[in-house]
C-alpha cells in the first residue's frame, strides 16, 4: 500500500530579492507552477495542502487549475519557520544564521515542526498520494527527518523553486527519500531560489 508525500518549494515570489517577506509570484514563479501541475498531473492525490502564505498559496491555485480534482487547503502546520535552534554540535559557520533569530520562533518552529511530522509522516492504512506546498526550510526539515539527521542538519539544504521531493512512508520501516530536489519539469532559466549555482 503507497503512501507517498510530495513536497514542493512555492514558486519565485516577485520582489523577493527586495526582502520583502511574503508577496505574489513573478511571472516566473507562475510558469514553474504550471510546469510542477503538468509533472504531477497523473497522480491520483489523496489531499492537497499548502502554506497559508500567499506566494504558496497562489502556486497551489494554479497548480489546481490544471489539475481539476484536488481541492487545495490551508495548513498551518506548512507556514515558513525555523524548525530548530543552534546545538552544540552544530558547525560554527552556520551561527550566524540565528543572529537575528528569537527564542519564541525557535519554539514556534520546532512545536510545529513536531506536529507536521505527525500529521504527514505518520503511515496511513491504504494508499495515499499527500501533497504538500511549503517553504524551503520546512522541506529541509522532513527530510533531515527521513534520514534522522541531528537536528541543525535542515541548514545549507535547500530547494528551488518548484522543485520536487518525493518521500515514501512505510509501516514497518524507516521512510525513504525517493527524489531530493527533482527539477527536471523545469528549463534551466526556470531554475531559481538556490543559493548555489548548478555546475551542469
Ligand atoms: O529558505 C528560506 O530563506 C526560508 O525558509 C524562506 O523560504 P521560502 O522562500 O521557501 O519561503
Redesign the pocket.
Known sequence: MPHYLYLV??GE?QD?EHGLPDGPLSPRGKRQAQLIAERLSGIPFTSMYHSP?N?AAETAAIMAERMPALEPQPSSLLF?CIPSGPTPDMPKAFESFFGPVTEAEIEAGRAQMDDAVHEFLTPAMGDRHDLLVT???VIGWFVRHVFDAPDWRWLGL?QANCGLTIIRVRSAKPPVLVVHNDLGHLPVELRT?LPELQPV
Open positions: 518549494r512555492h515570489q523577493a502564505l506566494r515558513d517553504h524551503n526550510f535547500n531560489g
